[in-house]
């Protein structure tokens, strides 16, 4: 019996150990919560996801001409979809993952501090703060702060 107190101990205490050094290596960094696509067709897309996806429409940003230049599908309270039109420079697929970070700024140092290439920050269109991680394997990475201003952070609390 103590043999197996003293396993269990050890396995929490290893399992503890674990939890605070992922913890701490991306101190700031609180979640994945979207993936961007790029689409032939965006106001067609919105549609399948809407109606045999069940997401729900969450926010869009359109263009001078009234066109959709992204519009985010809430999938679930804290994960959406980015849909963007395809262009020239912008293959229809996958096109990145967004992360979102505490502080962005403080984000953009930790990851340059490693070597990375990161953009500066900015602020978008939809009132959050953004830059990028050039990624090697999959080009390109979304640090997102939320500020409550933001669209997201106004999807996120109207959840329900």
Do not use: C
Not at 62 to 82: A, H
């Amino acid at each position: 019996m103590r043999g197996v107190m003293v396993f269990a101990a050890g396995l929490f205490a290893g399992l503890a150990i674990q939890v605070l050094t992922a913890q701490n290596a991306n101190r700031g960094v609180a979640m994945m919560n979207h993936v961007g696509i790029s689409v032939p067709n965006v106001n067609e897309a919105v549609t399948y996801y809407t109606q045999k996806m069940g997401y729900r429409e969450a926010f869009r940003v359109n263009d001078e001409k009234g066109q959709p230049r992204l519009v985010y599908m809430q999938i679930s309270k804290n994960t959406f979809l980015e849909l963007n039109p395809v262009t020239a420079q912008r293959p229809a697929g996958f096109s990145h993952y967004g992360l979102v970070v505490e502080n962005a700024g403080q984000a953009v140092a930790m990851f340059r501090s490693r070597g990375l290439t990161v953009t500066d920050t900015n602020l978008s269109d939809t009132k959050a703060i953004l830059a990028n991680i050039t990624d090697p394997y999959m080009g390109r990475i979304e640090l997102t702060e939320l500020p409550p201003e933001s669209m997201h952070y106004k999807a996120i609390q109207s959840w329900k």
